[in-house]
Nanobody, 120 residues
Framework: QVQVVESGGGLVQPGGSLRLSCAAS????????MGWYRQAPEKQRDLVAA???????QYADSARGRFTIAGDNGDHAIFMQMDSLTPEDTAVYYC??????????????WGQGTHVIVSS
């Protein structure tokens, strides 16, 4: 099984910053996509930012200009720097990794989520 583990959430004041980390491990042959999603209470889970195997970056409109995603494909890891946080950014942030296992099977794995709370 491919496992995904997130870290870096916490409580921060409005205007502050946080850096989230995500790492995938296990029988990974290649990763084609890694991204951050978030889900606020009683809302759907939405894509925040992602990076594809060719290095293309995707951002939600709400994240563009404030969040920066970067990847270390060699270590199957991604990071997201979040600046100028607002209470609207409060959510559980999930990391997703899609790719192919060493046995040839396609996988899509999710982490358990990390809480981000923006409050004064």
């Amino acid at each position: 099984q491919v496992q995904v583990v997130e870290s870096g959430g916490g409580l921060v004041q409005p205007g502050g910053s946080l850096r989230l980390s995500c790492a995938a491990s296990g029988p990974i042959h290649r990763i084609s996509f890694m991204g951050w999603y978030r889900q606020a209470p009683e809302k759907q889970r939405d894509l925040v930012a992602a990076i594809t195997k060719d290095g293309s970056l995707q951002y939600a409109d709400s994240a563009r200009g404030r969040f920066t995603i970067a990847g270390d494909n060699g270590d199957h890891a991604i990071f997201m720097q979040m600046d100028s946080l607002t209470p609207e950014d409060t959510a559980v942030y999930y990391c997703n990794a899609d790719g192919q296992r060493t046995d040839g099977e396609i996988f899509s794995s999710w982490g358990q989520g990390t809480h981000v709370i923006v409050s004064s």
